[in-house]
């Protein structure tokens, strides 16, 4: 006889997270790249050696860094980015029929980390498909939002 679980079916789509998720604070590849750089420099200071999943990690979230400026300091870019991630996971919308949607913070960290200057509606919905929910007006703000953003911290 098979068993049969209680626990909730886990759908990043359907926005449906496990239990674990419920009071965390995710963060985007640009976020994590920032406190690797700054562990790492303080690292150097100490004349420790970093690990080699350290190492991965950091190329990793390099990689896949879009939010990044070498002529500005690591505190601009902090604030930059948490002021994007505030903007975001406090973004309301109403539709029509007067429901009002907002981000789950597994939305807000793809959004920071998929979004370039040119991520069209359809693009973000394609690679976030929980935003279908959203009126494609209110998707198009949210990537403005991000745009603008991106153009502060690269110029």
Known sequence: MAETSTAAIENAAERQF?????????????????IL?????SAVNRDEELNEVY????????????????EKDNQELVEELDNLQDALASFR???????EHELHSFE??????????D??????????????????AA????LDLIKSTMIRIVS
């Open 18 to 34: 496990g239990p674990e998720f419920d009071d965390i604070h995710i963060l985007s590849n640009a976020q994590v790249a920032v």
């Open 55 to 70: 190492r991965k990690t950091q190329k990793y979230v390099e990689r896949f860094n879009t939010m990044t400026n070498p």
């Open 119 to 136: 991520t069209s509606v359809e693009e973000a919905i394609a690679l976030i498909p929980s935003l279908s929910r959203l009126p494609e």
């Open 93 to 99: 919308k109403e539709t029509d029929d007067g429901v």
């Open 108 to 117: 807000v960290s793809a959004l920071m980390n998929l979004v370039i200057t």
């Open 37 to 41: 750089q700054v562990s790492a420099r």
């Open 139 to 142: 998707i198009d703000e949210i």
